[in-house]
Nanobody
């Protein structure tokens, strides 16, 4: 059972930056798919950015050019650098890890979330 712990959220003014971290309780493998999701009040959880085990990265349209995902497998940690923040980025941000068990099966883990609030 992998535990994911997010940190780095907080209150920031529009135009500011934050860096979120997601620390895993055990080793992250290069084949693990790691993603950031967010959920604003009254809205569905949405993908912010996802990184496949092969290195492919998919960004949500609303964050392209402003957010950057990275990870340090040696530290078992994933990061989300968020620049040029907007009030509409306000949400709870969740870390997600999907680990392949076989060609057709994956196991998925979620963090508890960290609140990001952007004031106008």
């Amino acid at each position: 059972q992998v535990q994911l712990v997010e940190s780095g959220g907080g209150l920031v003014q529009a135009g500011g930056s934050l860096r979120l971290s997601c620390a895993a309780s055990e080793s992250i493998f290069s084949t693990d798919e790691m993603s950031w999701y967010r959920q604003a009040p009254g809205k569905q959880r949405e993908l912010v950015v996802g990184e496949s085990g092969g290195g492919g990265i998919v960004y949500g349209d609303s964050v392209k050019g402003r957010f950057t995902i990275s990870r340090d497998n040696a530290k078992n940690t994933m990061y989300l650098q968020m620049n040029s923040l907007k009030p509409e980025d306000t949400a709870v941000y969740y870390c997600n890890l999907q680990r392949p068990l076989s060609l057709m099966r994956k196991i998925e883990y979620w963090g508890q979330g960290t609140q990001v609030t952007v004031s106008s």
